[in-house]
């Protein structure tokens, strides 16, 4: 894939993805984002021996923070919801320790970028899991 900007990634996105109502959570398609892009930047770490374990983390990170929020969006609306984003939530902040504690195998402009899109998601998972957790089925 290379380097990549958002309007080349979306366009390569299925529309499958797109059409899924889980792509309307404004946090789903960043995660995504977020999961190629640290693809891209692990593939640079696993040249050296000391990159290869963040490496491991950060993809397991990240990986977790589209997968809990896919499983998340399974259960509907409710406190279900709320857990797995909380734990989307949790994976979300690991990732930004992760990316941290890269970067020296990532320029500054790669390490400001990547944690101010995690700021973004954990910023909308604490509001939408909060408002999950109150969510009452009439």
């Known amino acids: ?24 959570f404004q946090v789903y398609p ?28 950060l993809v397991d990170s990240v990986g977790s923070i589209c997968a809990n929020i896919e499983e998340g969006h399974g259960r509907g609306f409710g406190k279900e919801n709320a ?25 500054p402009k790669v390490l400001e970028h990547r944690v101010q899109l995690l700021n973004e998601i954990v910023a909308a998972l604490v509001l939408s899991s909060e408002r999950q957790r109150q969510y009452r089925k009439r």
């Open 1 to 24: 894939m290379g380097v990549f900007n958002y309007e080349e990634w979306l366009a390569r996105v299925p529309e499958s993805i797109k059409q899924d109502p889980l792509w309307d």
């Open 83 to 107: 857990y797995f984003q909380r734990v989307a939530l949790g994976s979300a902040r690991e990732s930004r320790g992760w990316y941290y504690r890269g970067r020296r195998f990532l320029g």
């Open 30 to 57: 960043k995660a995504l984002l977020l999961s190629d892009l640290t693809w891209e930047d692990t593939s640079r770490m696993m040249k050296d021996p000391r990159g290869r374990m963040v490496a491991r983390q």
